[in-house]
């Protein structure tokens, strides 16, 4: 098969691949602003009146197993206060603190993100805006007129000199300039925005350094990009996902059962001659129902949030980052993401006959419009070859630059001459070239498809240039644009492998280059050819199959993909277009992050697993604590089952609520911090996590109880 052939976006199967060299390196980690996990005593302080704000019946509804132990609270402190015992009180002090526990979970982690929140509206200072009357392209005289930025409308056109704060999010339609955007990256290295590119996207709240921009504005005021990343660290947006409504309604229903139970306990226990005193019952209640996982539930939501936040990527919504957990296939882009993206031009190949400077004019003539990476390093390499400088006003004659689109693959000029005649140069893609020159009658010299297929074969990208004037049309020769994979990024995939992730890259680049790269970076896959269509087909294929789907993009034609993909991160350099349709948007701007990202989804969806796993656990122990204190008297034979051998009945009931409330507050930072995780598969995941917090949470508590029985509660009168 030839280059040449226009075969277009289908999935070629990678060829064979060497077994790769297994090994945990090579997963570098995203920059930290803040060191994640860490939990201070300090913090647990200051989120202790939120936590009691919570304590309002109508906010502790929304967690109904908390609920039942709030009323269980205030019956406890009734029969206390009615019956005045130490032991009511006790046991009534224990479960307000289980509750308070319990929020001061979810206060702390909403804490974490209040912080950021603050230096963000730090950004979000009132500027004016100089609003042009009447904006055309070139236009040098900018007639303005100063506003209040909050008056800014959609489709409002700003001018931004150096020094100025960008007055609203939008897209530059005039100019080029470097922008200062650490106040919403914390990234001090300057960043380049241009109009008319895939980098034409800015934010309102960052500094133009140099230069002068036109922003064409694309928010509504109070709903800019920095309203909504405040309004989402702070947790104000916050929602249940599908996962955390389904987990709660279990622990809900599960809690249903053992109120009944325990209200049925107690016909029986009469019967038998033991009844129990509403304390015990409520005590038994609370130890029965998943009181840890109902705890920290939303506590650990919130951290996966907030983990992603961490690495400069903000999720629209929590159901994208758990989506990104569950995420199995990877699309990947080559250009940028496997490969360095700095594609560059590395020879000029004149065909047999074709005199050497002649091609390097036609590529340069052809790019000089072209502000692609690829198109830019045309123009260098033929200053640097040739010594080839811009041609002077007017020796194009009337020219007209065809701009480089994915569609078409290609980018030129036509150039029309006083005497009426036109000659057009293309370079592009070699199939593409090859098409438009057969199309004019033109024939392509086998040695083009050579050379271009010897240069697809090393991994490199051939360009065709060819040129067509009152003569006839002809191939010039090939340019051949080199870029380099980067190193590591063959030990990510096959982690990703390993955790049961298929990865595709997909390219517009020839099914060769393509199949020499994907090799080379061990991806599952790889779809060559590709336009933003073959892209936005190939990810509803892969859901139609069952697959949760995570890309990345940036330009406005990745648009309808990043809307149809389960997890769509959008790059913030990108066009406002981009960064609607996505689910996610990643300041840093590395396309690399996305690994990152499916990486902290698995972890949020591993720690609830494996803190859930824990809570129910847990409360075995608990059983063998309270059901013989409460039988004990009715059944000797039950005393067999107190093998704590715990201090007296009173006391087995108090350490084990005790212990109940204590590993609420224990289990916090590992809900913040999420539980360690390495790539693996699904299965070995589960086996460890079982050995670990099902083994671990069952014995542990047995410890537990038994420690504080030895310990606190006989200084407590009253439970001997
Ligand atoms: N500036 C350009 N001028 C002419 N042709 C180009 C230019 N840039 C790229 N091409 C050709 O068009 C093809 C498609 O480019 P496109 O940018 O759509 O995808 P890509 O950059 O190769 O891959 P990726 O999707 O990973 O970014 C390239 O493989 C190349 O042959
Ligand atoms: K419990
Ligand atoms: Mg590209």
């Known amino acids: 098969m030839s280059l040449l052939s226009p075969k277009k976006g289908a999935v070629h199967d990678a060829p064979q691949l060497p077994p790769h060299a297994a090994g945990p390196g090579g997963r570098g980690g995203g920059h930290r602003r803040v060191a994640a996990g860490l939990l201070e005593p300090r913090m647990l302080l200051s989120s202790l009146p939120e936590a009691l704000r919570k304590l309002r019946p109508r906010t502790m509804v929304k967690n109904p197993v908390l609920f039942v132990v709030e009323v269980g609270g205030v019956l406890t402190t009734l029969s206390a206060v009615m019956h005045a015992s130490v032991f009511a009180w006790v046991i009534s002090g224990w479960l307000w603190l289980t509750v308070v526990f319990a929020n001061l979970a979810e206060a702390v982690a909403e804490g974490r993100g209040r912080a950021q929140a603050v230096s963000l509206r730090r950004a979000r200072t009132d500027t004016t805006a100089r609003l042009l009357k009447l904006w055309r392209p070139y236009q040098q005289d900018f007639h303005h007129e100063v506003i209040p930025a909050s008056e800014l409308r959609p489709l409002d056109c700003v001018l931004v000199e150096a020094g100025e704060i960008i007055p609203g999010d939008g897209d530059v339609i005039g100019g080029v300039a470097s922008v200062d ?138 159901r ?40 390097a004019q036609a590529a340069q003539v052809s790019s000089l419009a072209d502000e692609t990476p690829e198109g830019r390093s045309v123009v260098r390499l033929a200053k640097q070859e040739y010594g080839l400088d811009l041609p002077s006003e007017g020796a194009l004659g009337q020219a007209t630059f065809v701009p480089f689109s994915a569609q078409t693959r290609m980018s030129g000029v036509d150039m029309r001459w006083q005497d009426g005649t036109v000659t057009r140069v293309r370079k592009g893609a070699a199939a593409s070239v090859a098409g438009w020159v057969t199309q004019s009658g033109g024939t392509v010299p086998d040695d083009a498809a050579r050379t271009a297929d010897a240069i697809a074969a090393a991994g490199g990208t051939p360009l065709l240039v060819a040129l067509e004037d009152a003569y006839g049309i002809a191939v010039l020769g090939v340019v051949h644009l080199k870029d380099v994979v980067k190193p590591g990024i063959r030990e990510r ?179 913040l911090r999420g539980v360690r995780y390495t790539p693996s598969s699904a299965a070995d995941l589960l086996r460890r996590n079982l050995l670990v917090y099902g083994a671990g949470g069952l014995v542990l508590p047995f410890v537990g109880i038994k420690l504080i029985d030895l310990t606190v509660v006989q200084f407590i009168p009253g439970l001997g």
């Open 181 to 318: 955007e650490s106040a919403i990256t914390g990234e001090s290295a300057p960043v380049i925005r241009a109009a008319a590119s895939d980098h034409s996207g800015v934010t309102g709240g960052t500094r133009v350094l140099s230069d002068r921009l036109v922003v064409r504005i694309t928010s509504r005021p109070g709903q800019t990009f920095l309203d909504r990343m405040i309004a989402l660290v702070e947790g104000a947006t916050r929602q249940k996902t599908p996962n955390e409504i389904a987990l709660s309604m279990l622990l809900t229903s599960l809690t249903i059962i053992f109120v009944m139970v325990v209200v049925a306990i107690q016909p029986m226990a009469s019967y038998a001659g033991a009844e129990q005193s509403t304390v015990v019952l409520v005590a038994l209640l609370v130890t029965l129902i998943p009181t840890t996982i109902g705890a920290l539930l939303s506590a650990i939501g919130i951290a996966g949030m907030d983990r992603l936040v961490q690495r400069n990527v903000l999720a629209m919504s929590g």
């Open 493 to 671: 995939f096959a982690d990703l492998r390993r955790m049961g992730i298929r990865t595709v890259m997909v390219t517009g680049d020839n099914p060769r280059t393509a199949a020499a790269i994907a090799a080379e970076a061990g991806v599952d896959d790889f779809l060559a050819e590709a336009t933003p269509e073959d892209k936005l087909a190939l990810i509803r294929r892969e859901q139609e199959g069952g697959q949760l789907v995570a890309m990345t993009g940036d330009g406005t034609n990745d648009a309808p993909a990043l809307a149809q993909a389960d997890v769509g991160v959008a790059m913030n350099t990108g066009t406002s277009a981009a960064k609607e349709a996505g689910n996610m948007v990643d300041l840093d701007s590395n396309p690399t992050k996305l690994l990152e990202i499916v990486e902290v989804g698995k972890q949020l969806l591993i720690t609830r697993g494996a803190l859930t796993t824990f809570s129910i656990v847990n409360d075995v122990a608990k059983y063998f604590a309270i059901i013989p204190a409460m039988f004990a008297g009715a059944y000797p034979g039950l005393a067999a089952l107190n093998i704590m051998g715990l201090h007296s009945a009173r006391s087995a009931v108090v350490s084990a609520i005790i212990f109940n409330a204590v590993i609420i507050v224990a289990l916090i930072p590992l809900a």
């Open 320 to 359: 994208a980052v758990e989506a990104a957990g569950d995420v199995s296939t990877l699309l990947l882009d080559k250009t940028g993401t496997i490969t360095f993206g700095n594609r560059r031009a590395a020879a000029f190949l004149p065909l047999p006959g074709v005199d050497p400077l002649q091609l």
